[in-house]
């Protein structure tokens, strides 16, 4: 099985469905990875929902109960930097086998 590390904030907005990151080459890469083929930009909402989403949870099924409630523009940096303390600045990510 191939491993990966991604930058926390790509894996959480695939984990979350929200788009906590600028870098939306880097969720594309993520998602690619992880099906094992290229993901086109067009492509990335059904992919990501119908297969990238439901393996990273099942990877990390704590990334369920991370709060989103409060998240916004304007507490994102805080919320991030807290999410990093829990772990870590990159995630270990297994491609689909």
């Known amino acids: 099985m191939k491993h990966k590390l ?12 929200r788009a906590l990151t600028a870098n939306k080459y880097g969720v594309l890469d993520l998602c690619s990875f992880v099906i094992g083929k290229e993901v086109k930009p067009n492509e990335i909402e ?17 990334f369920n109960d991370i709060d989103i409630s ?14 990093k303390s ?7 990510i297994s491609a689909i086998s």
């Open 46 to 62: 059904a992919v990501l929902q119908s297969h990238c989403q439901p393996e990273i949870l099942k990877q990390y099924p704590g």
């Open 70 to 83: 409060m998240l916004s523009e304007e507490t994102y940096w805080a919320w991030l930097a807290k999410q």
């Open 6 to 17: 991604f930058p926390l904030e790509n894996v959480l907005a695939v984990a979350l469905d």
């Open 86 to 92: 829990n772990y870590g600045a990159f995630i270990t």
